[in-house]
């Protein structure tokens, strides 16, 4: 007698357990069909998703999914985890919802499931929806090159300009191919801002006088840089004191999330303070990258001051035996009101040549201290009738090669 008890309360239990597991199980959401219709607001139009009515006070919210109706499998795009019925039989979606868009003219499919508190349903779904193409007119609310019709159909935003807001108009991004609404598209950002190099010479020894500038590309789609250009410098010729590395052409496609890095370094030619901007292009080059700010300070670099720079000995009888003589001043000190920092302990070594033997100078090479300078003569020999217009050419490790344009004529 007691083992029939037993049982039949064994029994008992069970059955209650499972009318409660029952009672909590989530209602299935039967999605009956899905219609296109005219929205009220800027959200235009959309669909209209009907359902069989839930009466069921632990019903949370509707979490609906969307995708492209294609051949071959096609990833779901989250619309919204948290959308309330407007009566207990009917979802409205807005065309764009600022996580996924709905473009005219494509086929869509539609899964939506409930949340009851903690638990979900199973999905339901539906496919082959079409939202169909509005005609066109002028208005352009947003002003970004593209009707409000035009970006109805394409699922971007007719009261923004960038829809997307990846730095590209909706009109650059049609203009260049590319989708207005998701996130497939080149992204190009400068992560290196400013690059101070500190205290530089011109032969680089200083192990803080090279650098790199990290460019990375944030968006789905290779992105390519068209150019690099150094230029807006202070004083003007610092603009050749930042010379890019060699790097592999490769290096101009960034593939989607990764990171290039562009070797610069610090070369100066001159003294004091230098200053330039790096800028890099992408094809959409009316959206401007912000520039890198390079900077530094020259060191350890004579003056290098040559005077003057064109040497004119006029006409002379080639029958005169007497060479004519002119001269021209080197220094290894800053010109007159000059406000570049003294060189205190570097001196200026040159050596000097000449395009034509029949103008030469006095010395072929010296060494100047700081503070230094020297006259050298420069002799005009016009050995025979004719045209002698050539150049000097004084070189040094430091000031790299300087010309002197000189000009004669024997008759």
């Not at 409930?114 to 199973?122: C, E, H, I, N």
């Not at 009101?337 to 302990?345: A, E, F, G, I, T």
Request: include cysteine.
């Amino acid at each position: 007698m007691n083992m029939v008890r037993l049982k039949l309360f064994s029994f008992i239990i069970s059955l209650m357990i499972s009318v409660a597991s029952w009672a909590s199980a989530p209602l299935n959401v039967t999605l009956n069909q899905v219609l296109t219709q005219s929205l009220e607001g800027p959200a235009h139009h959309g669909l209209s998703i009907e359902i069989n009515p839930i009466q069921d006070p632990n019903l949370t919210a509707f979490e609906v999914q969307i995708k492209e109706d294609m051949p071959g499998p096609a990833p779901w795009n989250v619309y919204a985890t948290d959308l309330y019925p407007i009566d207990s039989a009917t979802i409205n979606l807005p065309y764009r919802n600022g996580i996924y868009s709905l473009s005219a003219g494509k086929k869509y499919c539609v899964r939506l499931r409930g949340v009851f508190g903690d638990k979900v349903s199973s999905w339901s779904n539906i496919c082959g929806i079409t939202i169909p193409l509005m005609s066109d007119d002028a208005k352009d609310s947003d002003g970004d090159g593209l009707s409000d019709v035009a970006e109805y159909n394409l699922g971007s935003d007719p009261n923004a300009k960038d829809s997307d807001q990846d730095g590209y108009t909706d009109g650059q991004e049609v203009g260049n191919n590319l989708d207005v609404n998701e996130v497939k598209y080149p992204k190009v950002e400068i992560l290196t801002t400013t690059i101070d190099f500190g205290v530089g010479t011109p032969s680089g020894i200083n192990k803080n006088q090279h650098a790199f500038i990290e460019i990375q590309n944030t968006g789905l789609e290779t992105a390519s840089i068209t150019n690099i250009e150094i230029k807006d410098a202070i004083p003007e010729e610092a603009k050749k004191y930042f010379e890019l590395g060699s790097y592999p052409k490769v290096l101009q496609y960034i593939p989607p999330h990764n990171k290039v890095r562009i070797p610069i370094s610090f070369l100066p030619k001159s003294r004091g303070d230098a200053l330039a901007y790096l800028y890099v292009s992408v094809p959409l080059n009316s959206v401007e990258l912000k520039p890198v700010l390079l900077k530094g300070l020259g060191a350890g670099i004579p003056d290098c001051q040559i005077s003057p720079h064109t040497i004119d000995f006029g006409t002379v009888g080639v029958e005169s035996q007497a060479a004519l003589v002119k001269y021209i001043t080197v220094a290894n000190k800053p010109p007159a009101n000059s406000n570049m920092p003294k060189n205190l302990d570097t001196d200026f070594g040159f050596t000097i040549s000449t395009t034509n033997l029949a103008m030469v100078p006095g010395i072929r090479g010296y060494v100047l201290s700081p503070g230094e300078q020297i006259k050298i003569p420069v002799l005009f020999q016009h050995p025979h009738v004719g045209n002698f217009d050539s150049q000097l050419e004084i070189r040094s490790f430091d000031c790299g090669v300087q010309q002197i344009n000189l000009k004669g004529v024997a008759e």
